[in-house]
């Protein structure tokens, strides 16, 4: 019951400040509704990164990997600091000179706007069929799991999930629809604190009951009962092998940190560039200590489970079964309460920019081109509706899947990397046309998906039936076959971003644009950079190798 309590005050709360932050701001107008009137401040984009990205799919996801694999996942979290300072030293100062509401905004700005339509639609696409979905799916697992919902209500595993999922997608459509992205952000920035103190608790409490009141006695005994969970290195037969941080990895990190709308809306919304450098820098900084609330955990589940401390049956329910166990029932309750306001965070984060691509880059842009700011929100609000609701119906199917992570990280190289390519060479170039983006954007998006989904399955499977002609049995054997069959779908991505890139600048050399692209300033912003921010970038980075190599 105090647990309970403690969850209702907690999310109560937040609302209410949410609602008092936001009073104010113009929901009419496009610039008030979908970047909260430009006047973020570098505490509350750093707050907002942080939540939006740190929500179930990577607590309950990435702990789940981290159970099974080790500490070789926080790749996923170290990297990331490096790409938020690269977004923060180059990207977003381009970003802000044109004013832009959306990326899509800028690929039509320096290709045309068919290029920015099929962007914009790839985006939403992945939103509806992928993230969104995923997001539901890992939060409610958490939530379930903590709550022990299916017996509280009498009903079975599959009905409870049905439950959690409607109850949370409704809620933080409440939230990210009718409240605009200063509602999502003002929240984010409070949850923020709540889950950097919780996300650290866990694995405190957890080494505590390791190390019979000690932390260091914890770590010690981890690292010398399971060693092998304590190599960053990646094998060839791991899920991130150690040659894909210098291919498809930084790639990955590159698009979602610094041309995902859902992340760079935040600081889109900065009030002018030093504050979003600020946050951006404060942010990364933050995602140093990432591995301590989405890989640690993990860890520590797997030793319990291997001592009969903690019964796990699947990896990604180890998460929600340590914060069960290690919790007491009052923290218990205040932490669910923040994790569920970073599942609704993340749920908020796509959806406001969902809302955002379809109000700014479609229906004004195709449908109704005289629309005003105020019908422009009001439809994109519509919209976000009818894509909250096909986001819940998808969402209970993902049960079927081994790995949430995996499944996130694969299906977004469909419009990830094709998003990027273009972008890069929007960016690096000055004549390459309007048609190379079209075609670079089909080109990366069709062969990924044949790769992936046509000829990883033949190559796979024609080499697991040699083995099984051979006698192979040995699991581990079977396992190098499948690795070696073909190559990393993150070696895959690189591959064809390299190839999508050539393309474009060999259609740019046949046919280049007459006139030469010339970004113009809008004055939206004050675009005087932070004096700070280089130094502060290249200690971020070195203090990122540095961890690495420690772990190495």
């Known amino acids: 019951m105090i647990g309970i309590l403690s969850f209702v005050g907690f999310t109560a709360l937040v609302a209410i400040i949410s609602y008092v932050a936001t009073r104010k701001t113009d929901e009419s107008s ?7 009137g430009r006047s973020l401040t570098a505490g509350v984009i750093a707050g907002s990164l942080l939540l939006t990205n740190l929500s179930t799919e990577q607590l309950v996801g990435l702990n789940g990997s981290a159970y099974t694999e080790g500490i070789l996942v926080m790749v996923w979290e170290t990297l990331a600091a490096i790409a938020m300072v690269v977004t923060a030293l180059y990207l977003l100062p381009r970003y802000l000179k044109s004013g832009l509401i959306t990326i899509p905004q800028f690929l039509a700005n320096r290709f045309d706007v068919t290029t920015k339509t099929l962007t914009s639609a790839l985006f939403l696409t992945g939103y509806v069929v992928v993230l969104l979905p995923t997001i539901l799916y890992s939060g409610s697992l958490a939530i379930s799991g903590m709550f022990d919902v299916s017996n509280v209500l009498g009903v079975s595993e599959n009905a409870a999930l049905w439950i959690c999922i409607w109850g949370i997608g409704i809620i933080g459509s409440i939230y990210a629809i009718f409240g605009g992205l200063k509602a999502v952000a003002v929240s984010d920035a ?10 650290i608790l866990i694995p405190v409490f957890g080494l505590l009951i390791i190390g019979e009141g000690s932390v260091t006695d914890g770590i010690s005994t981890l690292q010398t009962n399971i060693p092998e969970k304590f190599n960053a290195i990646g094998s060839s037969t791991s899920s991130v092998p150690f040659a894909t941080i210098f291919t498809g990895m930084m790639l990955v990190q590159l698009f979602y940190w610094g041309t995902n709308q859902q992340i760079i809306q935040r600081a889109l919304g900065a009030k002018n560039l ?12 933050i995602k140093i200590l990432g591995p301590l609330i989405v890989v640690l955990p993990g860890i520590i589940a797997f030793y319990m489970h291997q001592n009969e401390m903690l019964s796990v049956s699947e990896p990604d329910q180890a998460y929600g079964a340590l914060v069960k166990k290690v919790l007491p029932p009052e923290l218990l309750g205040f932490f669910a309460a923040v994790l569920f306001g970073a599942i609704l965070s993340s ?45 819940m119906l998808i969402a209970p ?60 399955p033949m190559r796979v499977n024609a080499a697991l039936e040699e083995a099984s002609f051979m006698k192979i049995t040995s699991p581990s054997d079977l396992n190098i076959i499948e690795t070696n069959a073909y190559p990393h779908f993150l ?62």
């Open 30 to 36: 496009s610039d008030g509704y979908f970047l909260g």
């Open 190 to 199: 409070i949850n923020a604190i709540g889950l950097l103190i919780g996300g």
């Open 274 to 285: 030093k504050e979003g450098q600020k946050g951006l820098l404060l942010g990364s900084f």
């Open 347 to 391: 749920f908020n984060s796509v959806l406001n920019s969902a809302v955002t691509l379809f109000g700014v880059d479609i229906y004004k842009e195709h449908i109704n081109t005289s629309a005003d700011e105020k019908t422009t929100v009001k439809y994109g609000k519509r919209f976000g509706i009818a894509l909250a609701i096909g986001a």
């Open 397 to 456: 199917f993902l049960s079927e899947l081994d790995s949430i992570f995996d499944y996130l990280q694969r299906v977004n190289g469909i419009y990830s990397i094709p998003i990027l390519t273009i972008i890069f060479v929007g960016f690096m170039t000055k004549r390459v046309p309007a048609i190379a983006a079209k075609i670079g954007l089909l080109s990366g998006s069709i062969l990924y998906i044949i790769s992936e989904f046509v000829i990883r």
């Open 491 to 552: 070696h895959i991505m690189a591959i064809l971003f390299v190839l999508n890139v050539i393309i474009m600048l060999l259609i740019g050399r046949i046919k280049p644009r007459k006139v030469a692209y010339e970004q113009v300033f809008t004055n939206a912003v004050n675009i005087t950079p932070w004096k700070y921010a280089k130094a502060v970038g290249v200690i971020i980075i070195i203090i990122v190798i540095g961890v690495y190599l420690y772990y190495s």
